[in-house]
T-cell receptor
Framework: NAGVTQTPKFQVLKTGQSMTLQCAQD?????MYWYRQDPGMGLRLIYY???????DKGEVPNGYNVSRLNKREFSLRLESAAPSQTSVYFC??????????????FGNGTRLTVT | DQQVKQNSPSLSVQEGRISILNCDYT??????FLWYKKYPAEGPTFLIS?????DKNEDGRFTVFLNKSAKHLSLHIVPSQPGDSAVYFC?????????????FGDGTTLTVKP
């Protein structure tokens, strides 16, 4: 019963490098999300996918792209990493977007450092 | 403009006593409120929620109270246990019909001392 699985758990990048964070859920949820958490702050939404085949920007989308590969998988890509993107990234899923009785289920995060 | 605020970064209580975590919000369009708990090196996990049409929801040791007129939300944990030591995030949803989103507070670190 894995829930939401994120890979990798840790990553160090140099400025300008690119990478893709992977996320998969096994709960047959329709909606998936990418958040970032900076020290002492709450979670900020980067992108979300309300349902398979759709993606939308959140609060802080600049410098990121996403792909909803299928119902299970939602990836986040950094095309040219910057030190300001050093953060912990969380993927989440839910049955429906922002719905009542539809809490988010989170993965354990990817800790990214950009030097 | 932070729409969900948790004004206490930390709280320390003795085991067996009550823990009260507070959350204030400014957006009257929020229709659903949730509390998440987060241990170090793990993702947040859902704890309890409340609809904006209710003023109280209880689940075991956890009770959430909503005061809409004051735009204030609180989480009560009774009795507190050392295993409750974690960061607690308050979150609020706006419905899909109103540019749906989920807004999180910055979190309160609860320490329960044995």
């Amino acid at each position: 019963n894995a829930g939401v699985t994120q890979t990798p758990k840790f990553q160090v990048l140099k400025t300008g490098q690119s990478m893709t964070l992977q996320c998969a859920q096994d709960m047959n949820h329709n909606s998936m999300y990418w958040y970032r958490q900076d020290p002492g702050m709450g979670l900020r939404l980067i992108y979300y996918s309300a349902s398979e085949g759709t993606t939308d920007k959140g609060e802080v989308p600049n410098g990121y792209n996403v792909s909803r590969l299928n119902k299970r998988e939602f990836s986040l890509r950094l095309e040219s990493a910057a030190p300001s993107q050093t953060s912990v990234y969380f993927c989440a899923s839910s049955e429906s977007p922002w719905g009542a009785n539809s809490p988010l289920h989170f993965g354990n995060g990817t800790r990214l450092t950009v030097t | 403009d932070q729409q969900v605020k948790q004004n206490s970064p930390s709280l320390s209580v003795q085991e067996g006593r009550i823990s009260i975590l507070n959350c204030d919000y400014t957006n009257s369009m929020f229709d659903y409120f949730l509390w998440y708990k987060k241990y170090p090196a793990e993702g947040p996990t859902f704890l309890i929620s409340i609809s904006s049409i209710k003023d109280k929801n209880e689940d075991g040791r956890f009770t959430v109270f909503l005061n809409k007129s004051a735009k204030h939300l609180s989480l009560h944990i009774v009795p507190s246990q050392p295993g409750d030591s974690a960061v607690y995030f308050c979150a609020a949803h706006t419905p899909p019909t109103n540019a749906g989103k989920s807004t999180f507070g910055d979190g309160t670190t609860l320490t329960v001392k044995p």
